[in-house]
C-alpha cells in the first residue's frame, strides 16, 4: 500500500522568505504526482501536476520537482506572501491501468507572517 | 465556467438517519470520485465512477455507503444508519477522462453525526 508522508506538519514564516515543502511516498511506482491547496471552507484547489516522466514543473512563484527512483518531491514557493497561508497536500496516482485513485498525504500547514 | 459542486455543505444528523449527499462535477467530465477526510489528514479514496460505472469502490468502508451515477453526470453517496465515525468531510472530485488524470475537486460536505 502506498504510503505519502509530508514532512514538517506545520511551518510558520515571515513574509518574503521561499518555502520549502517536502513529500515522500514509498512505492515509485506512480504515474504522476499532484500538489494542491486547501483553504478552510473550500475546496482543494490544484497547483501543479507532474508525470512520473518529468523533473519538475513551474507555475509562477511555484516550482515542484520530483525524484521517483527516491520517492520525493519538493514544491517551493518564492516569495511567500501572507496569501500562501494554507494546507498544501501533495498526492500520488498509481502507475497501474484501471487504478486513478489519488493517495494523499496529511498536508503542511503554512502561515506565513506579514 | 462553473467547477465541481456539492450539496449540502454541511449536514448535520442523528445517529442511525440515513444521509445523501451530492455532487455535481464539472461538464463534461467523465470520471468522478469520492474521497473522505478526517481532520487533519490527506483526504482517502472511496469510490470511482467511468459514466455511469461504478469501476472501483474498494474504498467503501462497509455495506452502509453506497454511490451511484445513473446518468453519467450528478452522483450521490449515501450513507444508510449514519454512526458518529462516519462524521468528517466528504469530498467529490472530477477529471476529463481517468486517463487524463488531473483532478478538481468540489468544496466538500462536512457531515456531523450527533
Known amino acids: 500500500k502506498q504510503e505519502v508522508t509530508q514532512i514538517p506538519a506545520a511551518l510558520s514564516v515571515p513574509e518574503g522568505e521561499n518555502l520549502v515543502l517536502n513529500c515522500s511516498f514509498t512505492?515509485?511506482?506512480?504515474?504522476?504526482l499532484q500538489w494542491f491547496r486547501q483553504d478552510p471552507g473550500k475546496g482543494l484547489t490544484s497547483l501543479l501536476l507532474?508525470?512520473?516522466?518529468?523533473r519538475e514543473q513551474t507555475s509562477g512563484r511555484l516550482n515542484a520537482s520530483l525524484d521517483k527512483s527516491s520517492g520525493r518531491s519538493t514544491l517551493y514557493i518564492a516569495a511567500s506572501q501572507p496569501g500562501d497561508s494554507a494546507t498544501y497536500l501533495c498526492a500520488v496516482r498509481p502507475i497501474l491501468s484501471n487504478d486513478y485513485k489519488l493517495s494523499f498525504g496529511a498536508g503542511t500547514t503554512v502561515t506565513v507572517r506579514a | 465556467g462553473a467547477g465541481v459542486s456539492q450539496s449540502p455543505r454541511y449536514k448535520v444528523t442523528k445517529r442511525g438517519q440515513d444521509v445523501a449527499l451530492r455532487c455535481d462535477p464539472i461538464s463534461g467530465h467523465v470520471s468522478l470520485y469520492w474521497y473522505r477526510q478526517a481532520l487533519g489528514q490527506g483526504p482517502e479514496f472511496l469510490t470511482y465512477f467511468n459514466y455511469e460505472a461504478q469501476q472501483d469502490k474498494s474504498g467503501l468502508p462497509n455495506d452502509r455507503f453506497s454511490a451511484e451515477r445513473p446518468e453519467g453526470s450528478i452522483s450521490t453517496l449515501t450513507i444508510q444508519r449514519t454512526e458518529q465515525r462516519d462524521s468528517a468531510m466528504y469530498r467529490c472530485?472530477?477529471?476529463?477522462?481517468?486517463?487524463?488524470?488531473?483532478?478538481?475537486f468540489g468544496p466538500g460536505t462536512r457531515l456531523t453525526v450527533l
Open positions: 472530485a472530477s477529471s476529463l477522462t481517468g486517463a487524463v488524470s488531473e483532478q478538481f
Open positions: 512505492d515509485s511506482a506512480i504515474y504522476n
Open positions: 507532474i508525470q512520473s516522466s518529468q
